[in-house]
């Protein structure tokens, strides 16, 4: 083989990398003589991937429950990765501000229209007899969608609008994340009694939530929006991207969510409360909670009908 100005200039670069952290270039070298070439079936991992769809009642529309939501939780861990990227970006250009946010809104475009397949996608007799073996697990427990809005928006926002009078910045995080809208799914705010779902949500990830809460409050997506300069702040099509994903997030999404929950739970008469039990029509519908992640880009009128069918 011929050793061409282009191979032996990659030939260097191997060997200041390797040089660099104190590596024989001539080891790895010949270490990538026996090295197996690589599949797309032990570079996607797609073995280990496709052995996490376990049921656990005997109905098949079980699986398309799981499936769907384990996709959902992956597409949440893209929007998470692109967010930690763009949030700790100590000065982002505006040019790459658009681009994180355009990645970002259109994996929340990709889960907003998929509520289709879980709405239509599972007979409604099926659904009916398997939650009851899920109980009192909910959707209402995903962590990494919860560090979705931390890494959204100011906290004050995320904050039940009921107390968000009382709360400001200087609120110590572990007496925010007690009043946080979701709270609202399982507590009773008179006896301060916490449901099993919401105590053992909390168990599991409370340590976590805090530390994200603490990171996030000055490096959120709003923050990084109010660094850039005053005149792109106002550019149309940028406030229009920011307005799209907070609609996408905080009302499409969640009506997606409600409709389809509202098809199964309530194709039967009686109590219709969610596999944790949780008050789920007042937690979950905008207009009760006014989940806003950018107040500030929307006029009082729009505020006051946020969400309204």
């Known amino acids: 083989m011929e050793i061409t100005p282009k191979i032996q200039e990659q030939l260097n670069q191997l060997n200041d990398k390797f040089e660099a952290i104190n590596q024989n270039t001539s080891t790895h070298l010949e270490g990538l003589l026996w090295a197996k070439p690589i599949t797309y079936w032990d570079y996607i991992q797609t073995d280990a991937l496709l ?33 930690d990227q763009l949030c ?36 409604p007799e099926q659904y009916l007899k398997f939650r009851n073996t899920l109980t009192p697990a909910s959707g209402f427990q995903s962590a990494q969608y919860r560090l979705i809005e931390f890494s959204s928006t100011d906290l004050i926002n995320l904050i039940d609008n009921r107390f968000r009078a009382s709360i400001d910045r200087n609120t110590p995080y572990e007496h925010a994340l007690e009043h946080l809208y979701w709270q609202a799914a399982g507590k009773d705010y008179h006896t301060g009694e916490k449901s099993y779902l919401l105590s053992e949500f909390e168990r599991k990830y409370k340590k976590i939530f805090l530390e994200y809460m603490e990171e996030y409050n000055t490096i959120n997506l709003w923050r990084k929006f109010k660094q850039l300069p005053k005149a792109d702040q106002k550019n149309p099509n940028l ?4 307005r799209h994903y907070d609609v996408t997030v905080n009302i499409t999404w969640v009506m997606g969510h409600f409709n389809a929950a509202k098809k199964y739970i309530e194709s039967v008469p009686g109590n219709h409360e969610a596999t944790g039990g949780s008050d789920w029509k007042k937690y979950m ?14 006029s009082a009128e729009e505020i006051e009908n946020w969400g309204a069918e």
Do not use: C
């Not at 656990?56 to 769907?68: A, G, I, N, S």
């Not at 000065?91 to 998929?114: H, V």
């Not at 406030?239 to 920011?242: L, R, S």
């Open 51 to 83: 052995s996490l769809q376990t049921q656990r009642t005997t109905l098949p529309d079980e699986m398309v429950f799981v499936m769907y939501h384990q996709v959902n939780e992956l597409l949440f861990k893209m929007i998470l990765w692109e967010m």
């Open 285 to 298: 519908l905008p207009k009760y909670q006014k989940r806003i992640f950018f107040p500030e880009l929307w």
């Open 88 to 123: 700790h970006n100590e000065q982002p250009s505006t040019e790459y501000f658009t681009e994180k946010l355009g990645r970002i809104s259109r994996y929340f475009d990709m889960l907003t229209t998929s509520f289709d397949i879980m709405k239509d996608g599972m007979e």
């Open 239 to 242: 406030v229009a991207a920011m």
